[in-house]
């Protein structure tokens, strides 16, 4: 099953939505990680082996290459443009319904 992890910029209604349908879900706002910055917020998901949820598309693409061309893993990145709470929850749970924890390893997928 695929760990999310939500960046500050993603509401904290969303985890616990997702939280109710039955995922592992945590979010920045629930843990006091709001004003690290982005590559802090990388590393803590690679540490509790989440993937992370972002509407950060230009920080969180450059991570990614960063991330790779220094070999280092990640356990995936989700990326949206800022979309309504609904819309995020409905693409969020078709991504997590339609993925394994496997395909999204040093990937970045767009929900």
């Known amino acids: 099953m695929i760990k999310l992890y939500l960046d500050e910029d993603v509401h904290k209604k969303v985890a616990l939505a997702l939280r109710l349908k039955g995922y592992d879900v945590i979010s920045a706002h629930e843990i006091m990680k709001q004003s690290i910055t982005d590559y802090q917020q990388l590393d803590y998901a690679v540490s509790e082996e989440r993937t992370i949820f972002t509407f950060n598309i230009g920080d969180f693409q450059k991570l990614h290459r960063r991330y790779a061309d220094s070999g280092k893993n ?18 969020l749970t078709k991504f997590l319904f339609t993925h394994t924890r496997g395909e999204l390893k040093n990937n970045v997928f767009w929900i």
């Open 74 to 91: 990640h356990y995936g990145i989700l990326l949206s443009k800022q979309i309504p709470l609904g819309e995020t929850l409905n693409r």
